[in-house]
């Protein structure tokens, strides 16, 4: 009896579910779908299960067909990358050292310092990109990759998930490398670098979907075509009178699945990552 409550708990936890995910699956759907259809059959179908239903056409993949050859948008999304790389090698680097280092190490004022980076969280980032673009001007940097890589590589957020998760992390480990004569650098590539890799799979993920998605700051610090993001390239679509959504809807499309072919092969990592986090002290 007791087996077949606990089955039946089960199979209502999953319907629930599943409907949970599906409500919030409606707007990719709808956006997928969408990207197969002309614009009268998207404001057609909008008003019922239609919009949910693909259109079966000759040339199912005319939209795409269409943002390819009107916009860079391949090359874009190299560029895009290109940067995006370089900030995750990077930052995952340096924000986890320095996540290390208010983990383990002791030095003065370090708590003080931690809260103060801490602060620095709630801080929007649009009151710094003025300052931060009048830095990157002065240094000759506007209109290059760096001046979309520099400011993005130390991040008080994943300095934090960082230390927390080196936290969780038995101190016995470290001191029995320190016996063996390891260097502190050893000891934290060679020993607690992959024992943290959920960690670094979830702030690699974070980073990489903050700035895929990036408009702002790409806008005020790159003019060059030929270097323009992959925002910057879809932004297009919607310069161009009259808004042709089918396009718009197939450009989303295609900007939208690198990220989910990222997070779908890391989510094991990436809930991993997350869970070992906790706050510790």
């Keep these: 009896m007791e087996r077949k409550m606990s089955l039946s708990k089960k199979i209502i936890t999953y319907i629930t579910m599943t409907v949970i995910a599906l409500v919030f699956m409606f707007p990719l759907i709808w956006m997928v779908v969408s990207s197969f259809k002309d614009d009268v059959m998207i404001f057609t179908d909008i008003t019922s299960l239609k919009a949910f239903v693909p259109a079966f056409k000759s040339d199912v993949f005319f939209n795409y067909k269409e943002v390819a050859g009107r916009l860079p948008l391949f090359r874009a999304m190299g560029n ?7 900030i995750i090698a990077l930052g995952l680097v340096i924000n986890s050292m320095a ?22 969280m709630i801080i929007p980032a649009q009151t710094v990109m003025l300052p931060q673009f009048s830095i990157i001007y002065k240094l000759g940097l506007s209109n290059s990759y760096l001046a979309l890589i520099l400011p993005a590589l130390a991040s008080p957020m994943y300095i934090f998930l960082f230390r927390q998760n080196f936290m969780g992390i038995p101190e016995s480990i470290e001191e029995a490398a320190k016996l063996d004569g390891a260097s502190a650098l050893r000891t934290f590539f060679q020993l607690i ?3 943290a890799k959920p960690v670094y799979a979830t702030v690699g993920i974070l ?18 075509t030929s270097k323009q993001t992959i925002q910057m390239a879809l932004s297009a679509l919607f310069s161009i009178q009259p808004v042709n959504y089918g396009n718009v809807m197939a450009g989303l499309t295609m900007v939208t699945i690198p990220i989910l072919i990222i997070f779908l092969s890391l989510q094991k990592y990436y809930v991993a990552g997350i869970a070992s986090t906790g706050a510790k002290n």
């Excluded at 895009?80 to 370089?86: D, G, M, P, R, W």
């Excluded at 208010?102 to 809260?115: D, E, Q, T, V, W």
Aim: charged residues 10%; without cysteine; hydrophobic residues 65%.
């Design 80 to 86: 895009s990358f290109t940067y995006i790389i370089a």
């Design 99 to 120: 996540g290390y280092a208010f983990a383990r190490i002791k030095f003065p004022m370090k708590n003080l310092i931690f809260s103060v980076i801490l602060a620095v």
């Design 193 to 195: 670098v992959p024992l």
């Design 207 to 224: 980073v990489f979907i903050a700035y895929w998605n990036d408009f702002v700051w790409p806008v005020m610090v790159i003019s060059d």
